[in-house]
């Protein structure tokens, strides 16, 4: 394993305190393993995290217009209430809090004992779960979609909602819009290797690649040879339309890499994602391209579409100012 | 007369539970590799490495601040999903200690009904969905059982043990419902479920422990 | 090889359409391969460019603040002398335009001789090269050292400079001065693939690293085993600080990836960074983490220092709004 | 009777030129491969594919004209190092052409002469650097030398084919000071410049080709 490391226990804590000295105006509480900002103002708070190992996410999105807190776990792993507990008291100024929770089982678990212990304390806590993974059959017996890069347009758009001064149920809603409109579609070409691991959570052949894999290195629901970047797109929009009626409408577009594959590669597959959404009549409103919610070193993107309604888009432009993502 | 385990009787499980996880790594890592992401056994072996560590605080306190203590830890140092879970479990079990000075066989049975009900609640799950609650529910429905028969502690902690490690042996065959196995394509049919097999570790361990007191 | 592109032959045309698709402040001029700012303003025009594969440089830095074009050659390869012209004729007001050269034979040859030819047409051109890399030997005789991360410096201080108003000399006069006083220096732990190549330029065992290898897999001055981030940290600061003297000084830093280096490790290496600067009593002034000149899919990472004073802090903090850099 | 060069005649030459590029791709690329970046070979390959596309165009214009066309071609298309320095050659070399029609034995060593400049002043570079300019200079010299000397034309094109493919040779022993092989930490030695290796072969056709027009 080569990773630019110290120690693999050490890594959460030490990438967190590194992000914490490049960007001045991020706090770092430590053992905790929380990022917030340092200058609170008064609105609600809106809180997200999860394992380690998504880098930007979730302390890259901790920032004016975006979140007021992340909370790391140890690398894919939840964090424990204690912690997610500490985020929210970060965030809190009065008027509430909202936790914006992927689906997994143990972040669910964790965020809503956080939740009640907090609300033991008096806070008003509200959540919302991101299940944006169509690569999941959707379930209400079973756990579910997970959540995956659909989950920073989420945060833009709560923390938007916040930061204009609406209350914890208009907040709330507007996240709830905005997942409801999401969908994603992802596809690894290499797995990746958990510092404390040493190796590949699956090992594909040189040919292979893995269609709808996690965000944990959880092996996909199909394994196949490679493709060009126009099957690619053909291949994850396909899935993405199939399940959420987007015609005729206008998005925004996010065209994920996992950690390891170039801006290069996700521009020339933005174009062909581009060239089917016109064809198929769907407008692009806004386009973000980039390393946004990764799985460590893994090779391969994801491929998220939001439906935009006018709400939405004023909420989508509205600046920001965090270290992973600025709107001016 | 029956068993009678006080605060310091219980620090005597734990350490012997943490060893008996400490010398499963390898098998317990493969089974959550093989369907969720492989760290449960390092996640609840640091829990217990924790609980060692605290050993001279906890055998000092009621047995409700133990469990209390016990819950605190697990869930902090553990993490992702079973860290929640055993805390939880020993948040709703030290309810059932309040006021109380030694667990009896009632009050074991009272224990670990409260940990499933909270494990459950919790998790939003129930048994038949490949979880931890497969082992622990048919050791705490063979519990209540045993009380109902009235049968002898000795014959009971054999009975609970077996009910444990086959409760956890048959989560192979079923379907994930919860937990990582169930966004494998084939939900972890096959497979056991690592979870399941801690737990079980844990039961058989407290009921051994429980026969050298008798 | 698994990349997501269609044809080796068409990554360069195709990276940049996807890339004018996802920012709309961009143009693409097909054929000659330059992006653009679509809005000109009276300025200086500052141009950059090189061989393609250090994707976000140099398209992702045409913006308010930084360049006004960008000019790309096949992977790894200098744009000819006709496309750095059309770049020339696109940044080009009135006011004369800055070339930002990087110190590679190739790259001086083709822009000086396009510089050559617009002076034919009466616009006025200055340049200037970027030579960071403190890998290479520095010497007049021979090419000397490259220019490697240390030129998104200059994209950023020229760009003030040129936002600010300031005449072609006085640009010149500021990029110069940031070169001056920028040093970098880089290590891998894997190489890069050429789309047209299909298989690595060096291979490095399993436990081997490159010091000083170039950004386009060009093999380093030292091969060593596998390193902590406190020691790639000390061994990369020891080679910049021996060759420039930046002790009481506040300094710029660019941690910088390589492509497929994912920011865990990048923040993990920044902390050890500033524990070293702090330690040799050189003060931070601002941190950039992230992919801004890449190597293909090369695993590793660069770091650079600028030494700042009142002008470069004040032009290094202006506002800039570019795909890759965004300073608010 | 000496040799005389048409413009259709320069363009026989660039076809069999061309060709002799095209067959020893492997041996080239590896070369560049070596002490560079590997893409010697595909640069220069495909300008003499377009070289050949441009040939319908090419034959029918003035010996100036067709120099600067192949000078503009090689420029824009090669891209890199070598397509800016033969556009550099070439369009020096155009400067000795004006007002020519036919290309005779002094005009080709004045050719030759201006594409050495050229590349020399492009590239801020001289003999001895390890470059192509080693393959050329000795053949410019050797050309110069022989009309000095007034050997007969036969004489000739055989003295600098062989000084051209000599000096290429002799780059295996150098120190790099220009191209990327100036990056590596033995400065190339022990390798063939790649560049100088195609100037060679190039040189050879045209010195060839001659002979078959005496
Ligand atoms: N919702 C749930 N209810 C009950 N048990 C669960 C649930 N989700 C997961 N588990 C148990 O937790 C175990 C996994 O624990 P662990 O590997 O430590 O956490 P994670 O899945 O977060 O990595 C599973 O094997 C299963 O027994
Ligand atoms: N400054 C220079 N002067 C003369 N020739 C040079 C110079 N730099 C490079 N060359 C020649 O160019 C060749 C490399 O060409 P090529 O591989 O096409 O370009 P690049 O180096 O940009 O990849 C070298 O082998 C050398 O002969
Ligand atoms: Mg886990
Ligand atoms: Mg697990
Ligand atoms: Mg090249
Ligand atoms: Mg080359």
């Known amino acids: 394993m080569k990773k630019i490391i110290n120690h693999p226990n050490s890594v959460v804590t030490e990438l967190l305190i590194g992000m914490a000295k490049a960007h001045p105006d991020l706090k770092y509480t430590d053992e905790l393993e929380v990022i917030s900002r340092k200058v609170k103002s008064k609105k609600v708070g809106i809180v997200s995290g999860g394992g380690s190992g998504h880098e930007p996410a979730h302390a890259g999105y901790v920032g004016k217009g975006m979140l007021d807190a992340a909370v790391a776990g140890n690398v894919f792993s939840s964090p424990s209430p204690d912690r997610i507990i500490k985020g929210i008291e970060e965030a809190n100024s009065g008027e509430g809090v909202l936790l914006v929770i992927k689906n997994y089982s143990g972040d669910i ?27 999941v059959p959707d379930s209400t017996y079973s756990t579910g979609r997970r959540g995956i890069a659909g989950t920073v347009f989420v945060h833009k758009i709560a923390g938007a909602k916040a930061e204009a001064g609406a209350n914890l149920d208009q907040v709330k809603a507007a996240a709830e819009k905005a997942i409801a409109n999401i969908r994603s579609m992802g596809m690894a070409m290499n797995s990746c290797t958990l510092p404390a691991v040493g190796k590949p959570g699956f090992v594909l052949g040189e040919n292979e690649i893995e269609i709808g894999m996690g965000i944990h290195g959880e092996p996909g629901v199909e394994r196949t040879s490679v493709k060009t970047a126009a099957e690619t797109a053909d291949i994850l929009l396909s899935k993405v339309l199939a399940d959420y009626d ?23 597959l933005n174009n062909e994602v581009e060239k089917i959404l016109t064809e198929k009549n769907i407008k692009v ?44 | 007369m029956g068993f009678r385990l006080s605060s310091k009787d219980y620090v005597e499980y734990i350490k012997l539970a943490a060893a008996k996880i400490h010398e499963n790594g390898d098998y317990v890592t ?11 056994w390092s996640n609840i072996n640091i829990g217990f490495e924790k609980l060692i560590e605290a050993i001279p605080v906890m055998e000092t306190m009621s047995l409700f601040d133990e469990f209390k203590k016990i819950g605190m830890i ?13 805390g939880s479990a020993y948040m709703g079990a030290a309810k059932v200690l309040k006021d109380k000075d030694v667990i009896e066989n009632q009050d074991m049975c009272n224990i670990m009904e409260a940990m499933l009900n909270a494990i459950m609640q919790r998790g939003n799950a129930k048994p038949g969905f490949k979880t931890m ?14 009380i109902t028969k009235a049968l002898s502690e000795n014959e009971t902690v054999v009975l609970v043990k077996k009910a444990a490690v086959e409760g956890a042996q048959s989560t192979a065959a079923m379907e994930a419902i919860r937990g990582r196995a169930c966004y494998q394509a084939n939900k972890g049919v096959g497979h056991l479920d690592p979870g399941a097999i801690t737990m079980a570790y844990q039961i058989e361990t407290l009921m051994d422990y429980i026969a050298t007191k008798l």
């Open chain 2, 30 to 40: 493969a089974l959550d590799a093989a369907t969720g992401d492989g760290d449960h």
């Open chain 2, 133 to 146: 609650i497969d082992c622990l529910y048919p050791a705490v429905e063979c519990y209540k059982d045993c």
């Open chain 1, 246 to 268: 987007y015609s005729g409408s206008e998005v925004a577009v996010l065209i994920n890499g996992l950690g390891a594959t170039p801006l290069m590669e996700l521009y020339i």
């Open chain 1, 285 to 328: 409103y806004k386009t973000f391209v980039g390393n946004y919610m990764t799985s460590l070193d893994m090779s391969g993107c994801s491929v998220t579409l939001m439906k935009l309604d006018e709400e939405l888009k004023e909420l989508l432009d509205a600046p920001c100012d965090t270290p992973a993502l600025k709107v001016l």
């Open chain 2, 74 to 86: 697990m869930m902090s140092v553990i993490g992702g999903s079973s860290g929640v879970l055993y």
């Open chain 1, 109 to 135: 678990m964790n965020f809503e004992m956080a939740k009640d212990m907090a609300e033991m304390d008096d806070i008003r806590v509200e959540s919302v779960v991101v299940k944006d993974d169509v690569a």
